[in-house]
């Protein structure tokens, strides 16, 4: 029988804490046993042997190669009608999670999206509750949790996009030979919204049903000068591949990617001589001026100014 949803889980190096964690909310989800295919790909982590005693799913090792790498390696493998990406040391919010799972249950939707809970480090209460029991701080989601229903083109020309591939489950059977660009930190920028090109039916629920771990060991909060070049060289490769694609449909995300891309530069710098110069890259290739568009106050604002 062919599994619902299957939960591809990236490990690199993670503690062992996250891992359980991450393990303990899929198996609370309200999933049959043949309904649930939990994946988890090691890529190249060391020592090997510290995640055993937390795995009873299917593993799958590999030498280090990346996020998107361990991802791909995770869609070759699974058999599920569904996909769920998490990253190891976050969670699944098993209580609003369920939302999802009667939407992907009526398999209408190609794309499943919901929101997430950013959090640091949990707080020590947090971390006293035993076997990720803190979880159970978020309750319930109440009422009707559908935002909106429609095709995956039409979110991308009149709705903000979230690109993180976390945040939503999605019909493996649309991907086609989609897949996670090797290499590239912001990887979700380039892989959603061809994914969303490619889904048909789509529905948005306002639900919070993944935990988001914010802590310094993650790529996103590095600091450093090499791996903050490294994110915006990356951001402009995206900026252009989007580009190249000639897609009218992709104009809104290229335009807020574009602002993301002069706000991470001078997060990331503090340089302004950096950010003219990247700025003035932009306008040669006809990504600035940015067009004047209510796609958010803070875009607008942001356009007018620049």
């Not at 020592?47 to 996020?67: D, F, H, M, N, T």
């Not at 309750?139 to 909106?148: D, E, R, V, Y």
Request: glycine fraction near 6%; include cysteine; proline fraction near 5%.
């Amino acid at each position: 029988m062919m599994p619902l949803i299957s939960f591809i889980i990236t490990y690199h190096n993670e503690p062992e804490a996250y891992l359980r964690a991450c393990l303990e909310s899929i198996r609370a989800l309200r999933l049959a046993e043949d309904e649930a295919e939990v994946i988890v790909v090691d890529d190249g982590s060391e020592p090997q042997s510290k995640i055993q005693s937390v795995l009873e799913v299917r593993l799958i090792r590999q030498e280090q190669a990346g996020l998107s790498v361990a991802r791909n390696t995770g869609i070759e493998n699974a058999k599920g009608r569904y996909i769920q990406f998490v990253d190891a040391d976050d969670c699944l919010l098993p209580s609003a999670y369920g939302a999802v799972i009667e939407q992907v249950r009526k398999e209408e939707a190609d794309v499943v999206m919901f929101r997430m809970i950013a959090s640091p480090q949990p707080s020590p209460k947090e971390r006293e509750m035993s076997r990720g029991n803190w979880l159970s701080l978020w309750p319930p989601t109440c009422g009707s949790p559908l935002l909106c229903r429609g095709g995956g083109r039409l979110f991308l020309q009149r709705r903000n996009l979230r690109a993180g591939a976390c945040g939503y489950a999605f019909k493996r059977e649309i991907l086609g030979d989609l897949r996670f660009h090797p290499g590239l930190l912001h990887e979700d920028e380039i892989f959603t919204p061809l994914l969303f090109l490619q889904a048909g039916s789509l529905v948005e629920l306002d639900v919070k049903a993944y935990f988001y771990r914010q802590h310094e060991g993650t790529i996103t909060h590095s600091q450093t000068q090499e791996q903050a070049r490294r994110r915006l060289d990356d951001i402009r490769f995206i900026l252009r591949e989007l580009q190249d694609l000639a897609n009218p449909l992709l104009e809104r995300r290229i335009r807020q990617l574009t602002l993301d891309y002069l706000q991470k530069t001078w997060t990331l710098t503090h340089n302004f001589g950096e950010l003219r110069r990247r700025y003035a890259e932009l306008r040669r290739e006809g990504f600035v001026p940015l067009p004047l568009r209510c796609y958010s106050l803070r875009y607008l604002l942001a356009s007018m100014f620049i």
